[in-house]
């Protein structure tokens, strides 16, 4: 990437990373919890898998402050909101207390205490059950067993599961034909370097052979899902790129991004209109806005070094 190229990529990662930092700041109220709400969260991705999302978000922004320094009041208002709603971290005891077997309250507060926030009855309790070989032995996809551990490690945790041999049993850990992906598996092996890498804090921890297959096959995969309009995933895509030890992602692919993201910062799930109510554009969007936020802070904070390597 020539130096005019790099610049104008810095410049409009920084542009959708603001506008949509800003959004998600501004409508977090839409992201509230019923007031009668509970441990059972009988709707668990209407509100509590979002508050996650935000919180990392604002998380990576927050620790961009190098090439975000305007927007640290914006993330840390984001973290607060979610500590919050979350009643300081009481309401992820609850549901881990009463739901042992459960990792989603582990995930979820991995993210705030990767911010600075703790809970000293959730910590011994997941202290508690990270020991039992029930907790490590519960059935899930490879993907999300690289996600529990890898907030097993963050949250201080032990014994924590080895990432690279978690990633051998993966679809990206066997690099498989890359014409045979289908958006399903893209998302899992997004999050499968997402996991390994901690969201780009540790980008040597890929091996080699994964890096190699990765910087050949991200640009064509990139291409496939611009040109039908899949912008939460190509957000993704993205941020897999600033994942890995020699970021490449291409100018256009920022300029594909900020063309579809909307002059109040949401950016689409997919080309379909943005259509309804605040409240529903909120919860159908905020997804991929929230990664918009993501891929731009690391993508800068990786073009500024802010990133140290592992």
Request: overall charge negative; proline content about 6%; glycine content about 6%.
């Amino acid at each position: 990437m020539n130096q005019g190229d790099a610049v104008e990529r810095r410049e409009l990662a920084r542009r959708v990373t603001v506008r949509a930092l800003g959004w998600l700041h501004r409508n977090r109220h839409l992201g509230s919890f019923p007031a009668d709400t509970t441990a059972e969260l009988a709707d668990p991705d209407g509100v509590y898998k979002p508050l996650g999302e935000s919180a990392l978000a604002a998380g990576m922004a927050y620790r961009a402050a190098a090439a975000l320094p305007d927007e640290q009041n914006a993330a840390r208002a984001l973290l607060e909101f979610g500590w919050d709603q979350l009643r300081r971290g009481d309401l992820l005891y609850e549901r881990q207390l009463r739901y042992p077997m459960m990792t989603d309250p582990l995930e979820v507060y991995a993210h705030f205490a990767a911010a600075g926030y703790r809970h000293s009855r959730l910590d011994g309790l997941l202290a508690h059950l990270a020991a039992t070989d029930s907790y490590r032995a519960v059935e899930q996809m490879p993907s999300r067993r690289l996600a529990v551990a890898n907030a097993v490690r963050l949250t201080g945790l032990s014994p924590a599961e080895d990432c690279a041999s978690l990633m051998e049993t993966t679809w990206l850990g066997r690099r498989p034909e890359p014409w045979l992906i289908d958006w399903m598996t893209a998302y899992c092996m997004t999050h499968t370097v997402f996991h390994v890498t901690d969201w780009g804090r540790r980008p040597h921890a890929l091996p080699d052979a994964v890096v190699d297959y990765l910087t050949r096959w991200l640009p064509v995969w990139m291409e496939v899902w611009a040109e039908i309009s899949e912008w939460d995933l190509l957000g993704e895509l993205v941020i897999v790129d600033a994942c890995l030890p020699d970021p490449q992602c291409p100018v256009h692919v920022w300029r594909q991004l900020a063309t579809a993201q909307r002059a109040d910062g949401l950016v689409p799930r997919d080309g379909e209109p943005v259509s309804g109510s605040e409240r529903e554009a909120f919860a159908v969007h905020h997804h991929t806005t929230a990664v918009a936020v993501m891929a731009g802070a690391l993508t800068l904070g990786r073009d500024s070094d802010a990133v140290p390597a592992d």
